[in-house]
């Protein structure tokens, strides 16, 4: 079982940066693929960024290439979004996910086991 916690969420005005962190429990921590994602308000959820067990691997939706990046530390059990240029539409709910194992993509909140409670992110223009 593991159980995640974001934070570093907040209200920033446009092109401006915040850094979430997931942080994690449990002892398999360092074998689970991990994700972000969001959701707005009236929206579906959606794919934000992966990162393979490892780190050596990242996905990102085409919106935040460039201006997001994933990364983790398995020491710390910490998974981290740094988003920067953010713009009013980045505005949502952000959410971290663990797979129990890699499914051949990131992109689907169905093949992800563990979810957080979510952080807030409101970004003003």
């Known amino acids: 079982q593991v159980q995640l916690q974001e934070s570093g969420g907040g209200l920033v005005q446009a092109g401006g940066s915040l850094r979430l962190s997931c942080a994690a429990s449990?002892?398999?921590?360092?074998?689970?693929?991990m994700g972000w994602f969001r959701q707005a308000p009236g929206k579906e959820r959606e794919f934000v960024a992966g990162?393979?067990?490892?780190?050596?691997?990242?996905a990102y939706t085409d919106s935040v290439k460039g201006r997001f990046t994933i990364s983790r530390d398995n020491a710390k059990n910490t998974v981290y979004l740094q988003m920067s240029s953010l713009k009013p539409e980045d505005t949502a709910v952000y959410y971290c996910?663990?797979?129990?194992?890699?499914?051949?993509?990131?992109?689907?909140?169905?093949?992800?086991?563990?979810w957080g409670q979510g952080t807030q992110v409101t970004v003003s223009s």
């Open positions: 990162i393979s067990w490892k780190g050596g691997s990242t």
């Open positions: 449990g002892r398999t921590f360092s074998s689970y693929p």
């Open positions: 996910a663990a797979q129990r194992y890699y499914t051949g993509t990131y992109d689907y909140t169905r093949d992800y086991a563990y």
